[in-house]
């Protein structure tokens, strides 16, 4: 940017941290810019007290303006503790490492840094509307916060989305200094609540307490002011406070935000903090996304050649790294609305629950802050000495896992005739080679007119049931230990397509054969045909082609056996109420849409040995509106687990072209979480689970029994024992085939023998 092109009038609406650390880094850039901060309120005024920021965003601010760092290390109070009230019992775990100081001493710092450098600072003074400012100043910053009217006043261009949570809260002080980050659950006649605190100074902490709506509403807080608000949640949280008060400072009961937008600029101005997004405070971020907003936003101006440039680098640095925030605060949002799921829990496996709620901690960085606190946890969860917890044994009827990982189901689509191959050998051989507890087959199709494709296996000759034993022989005699499961399924109206790489859910050129499904509604309108709607007996007969698989599954010599009823196949079809629109006995509530995936589950269950286990495998949501949501996903879960399910597979969507996932790093294992510790009963959870931290994190807490993986195993077939490799562990669950031990030790990637550097010196004169 030519230096006459570089934005030198400013106008920043809003003067909380982020706008007055904004106007601070952009006037030190250029000390000839002309910069107004507008702020509604008074100078000393601010709402809530402690801030939390991390050596991450110190460090940024170090870097980038050393006086307002050494001004804020004067101030900082830190501590490294947390600790869990469960039940009357407090747990701690340390190494964790905070830093925090009061808000209104931090507004403090940033306004005299701002009126060293030159910035004009209007406090009570409303900002004149933003395109007002826009037409006189080469810049406008709206920091204006979450109730920002610059987004409302262009919200046509910024294109928000603002979700409520189930949760009010409300943010109080104490005047002395906790001496952990606390959290203490309470068990009310009203029900749950939760205090959050942590000290800002040496003489005063934040507590802020949260319950759900509905919790709020039945011990009357509704009704109540600000001072006896403030009186009852002392009383609630007395053992905490030691019977000291709490104050507030202009506090309300808040139900939490969340704020996503489309686009964070227009024409000259640019939204920053809590304007542009929101992060649940359970996990810390507002202030700290806000003040990293403007180091990067200042950075941009002065780096890009124009000011178009600059705010797209601005926003393109950025978003990934608030969306991955929004994410974990989402994960720790949820947490927080459902304490009562989890109040049964062991307490040291409640605490390590609590601690790993946003997925940023996890059980490898836990066990580097706190070993001992990590191996108790362990020990709570019956880890044998020196043994993650994934390589802790399972058990699910007649049959014992070595360990909690599981291959799971692959489209490969190389079949003929339904027939699998040497390649179907070559990879789940290799995959059961590779150290799982239990592989599974891709879905295999009952009847031809069930396959998703012509390359799909089946089970429905008994040619394919021989070619299925030799596979299983392969694996039971060069993998003793490893279980080989099969995933029986029929495609409904998502069949007769080409394969996936040719064109994924796209009907065949030619060989089309018909479908059927729940309901006549094809998958997309238009593209696939419209399947026909089993009658009663249609019904029979798919009923009766699943049952003859599971025969010929258990000849073949199968260790266990999923029923598929997710990903809009035949079953989910029948579960989900957008592809159920049947008005007979089979469709409407959930119950009748059932009744026919059960029926077939009773069917199977009966010819399948008794001592090995059945699971099934469901979309816990349909990513859409109007279709299966959480609480239909428990009472799916809840009639397959009392008709002898022995666990359940939690996969969500792929049943309406039209759904809008939340992906993300394992988005899937909430809803395994849900019914795992709603109903108790096991569960497989599924879902972008890549890393091993993920697999033992997700087990410790609670949240799942086992973890499928898929493509983690098709970069790595010895993913498994790689796993154990890298954790130090060489036990009885994760043993190397005899031909790959000397491959059992990870090795040298280079030279690790060269000289350090030396010093530096000046030369001597």
């Known amino acids: 940017m030519p230096r006459q092109e570089r934005p030198l009038r400013i106008a920043v609406v809003g003067g909380g941290p982020g706008g007055l650390y904004a106007a601070a880094l952009l006037k030190r850039l250029d000390p000839a810019r002309e910069i107004t901060v507008w702020e509604r309120n008074a100078p000393d005024d601010t709402f809530g007290f402690g801030v939390v920021l991390s050596d991450e965003t110190l460090g940024g601010i170090e870097h980038a303006d050393p006086a307002v760092y050494q001004a804020l290390q004067d101030e900082f109070v830190r501590w490294d503790d947390i600790q869990i009230v469960h039940r009357g019992r407090t747990l701690t775990s340390s190494g964790h490492g905070f830093a925090a100081l009061g808000r209104r001493r931090l507004l403090e710092i940033l306004h005299a840094r701002c009126a060293d450098l030159g910035v004009r600072l209007r406090f009570r003074t409303e900002a004149p509307p933003a395109a007002e400012l826009a037409a006189t100043h080469d810049l406008v910053v709206a920091a204006d916060g979450v109730h920002s009217h610059t987004r409302e006043q262009h919200a046509d261009v910024f294109r928000p989305r603002i979700t409520p949570h189930r949760c009010r809260y409300i943010w109080l002080a104490a005047d002395f200094a906790l001496d952990a980050f606390r959290f203490e659950i309470a068990e009310t006649e009203h029900g749950v609540m939760q205090l959050h605190g942590y000290p800002f100074s040496a003489e005063a902490s934040t507590v802020i307490v949260e319950m759900r709506e509905e919790v709020w509403r039945a011990a009357g807080f ?78 941009c101006v002065e780096e890009q050649p124009t000011l178009d440039e600059a705010l797209a680098a601005y926003e393109a640095e950025r978003r990934p790294v608030v969306e991955s925030t929004q994410r974990a605060a989402a994960a720790s949002l949820r947490w927080f609305e459902e304490p009562a799921r989890y109040l049964d829990q062991p307490p040291r496996q409640f605490a390590f629950n609590l601690l790993t709620r946003s997925r940023r901690v996890t059980h490898a960085n836990l066990r580097l802050r706190d070993p001992h606190f990590t191996d108790t946890v362990e020990r709570d969860f019956g880890c044998p000495p020196g043994t993650p917890p994934m390589f802790t044994p399972f058990r699910l009827r007649g049959l014992t896992l070595r360990n909690r990982v599981v291959v799971s189901p692959m489209d490969l689509y190389v079949a003929e005739d339904g027939v699998p191959g040497d390649f179907h050998l070559v990879h789940l051989g290799a995959r059961a080679l590779g150290g799982a507890g239990l592989v599974m087959t891709e879905m295999v199709c009952v009847s031809p007119e069930g396959r998703i494709t012509p390359g799909c296996t089946g089970l429905w000759t008994d040619e394919q049931a021989v070619a299925w034993s030799r596979i299983a022989d392969f694996v039971h005699a060069q993998a003793p230990g490893t279980a080989f499961g099969v995933q029986l399924g029929h495609s409904g109206r998502k069949g007769s397509t080409k394969r996936m790489w040719e064109g994924i859910d796209q009907p065949l050129p030619a060989g089309n054969w018909p479908l059927s499904a729940a309901s006549p509604l094809p998958y997309r309108p238009g593209i696939n045909q419209t399947p026909h709607a089993l009658d009663r007996a249609g019904l029979t007969a798919v009923r009766d082609d699943f049952a003859a698989a599971a025969r010929r599954a258990a000849r073949s ?31 409407g509530p959930v119950e009748n849409r059932l009744r026919f995936p059960l029926e077939v589950f009773d069917a199977v269950r009966d010819v399948w040995p008794a001592d090995r286990p059945m699971t099934v495998r469901i979309s816990a949501t349909d990513w859409a509106e109007g279709g299966t949501a959480p609480r239909d996903a428990v009472a799916i879960a809840r ?41 108790g009963v096991p569960v497989i959870a599924v879902g972008a689970i890549s890393s091993w931290d993920d697999v033992n994190s997700l087990l410790l807490a609670g949240r799942a029994d086992l973890c499928a993986l898929a493509r983690p195993h098709l970069y790595d077939p010895h993913w498994t024992l790689h796993a154990a490799a890298e954790q130090d562990y060489s036990g009885p669950a994760a043993p190397w085939p005899d031909p790959y031990r000397a491959g059992s030790r990870r090795p040298p990637t280079g030279r690790t023998d060269a000289p350090k550097p030396r010093l530096s010196l000046d030369p001597r004169p």
């Open 222 to 299: 509704h009704e109540l002011d600000e001072q006896q608000s403030t009186e009852r949640c002392a009383k609630i949280f007395a053992e905490t406070l030691g019977g000291r008060p709490l104050r507030g400072n202009n506090s309300a009961w808040t139900a939490f935000r969340t704020v996503v937008n489309e686009n964070w600029s227009h024409g000259r101005t640019v939204l920053l903090g809590d304007a542009a997004h929101t992060a649940h405070f359970s996990i810390g971020s507002g202030t700290k996304l806000a003040v990293e907003d403007a180091l990067a936003l200042a950075a």
């Open 639 to 679: 009639a397959f687990a009392a008709h002898g399910a022995d666990a359940i597979d939690v996969s969500t969507g792929q049943v309406v072209p039209e759904e809008r996932p939340e992906y993300g790093r394992s988005y899937q294992t909430p809803y395994a979480d849900l019914i795992r510790n709603t109903l």
């Open 557 to 587: 010599g199968f260790d266990l056996l999923e029923l598929h009823c997710a990903h809009g196949y035949l079953l989910s079809g029948f579960l989900s109420p957008l592809t159920n629109h049947r008005d007979d006995a089979y469709g």
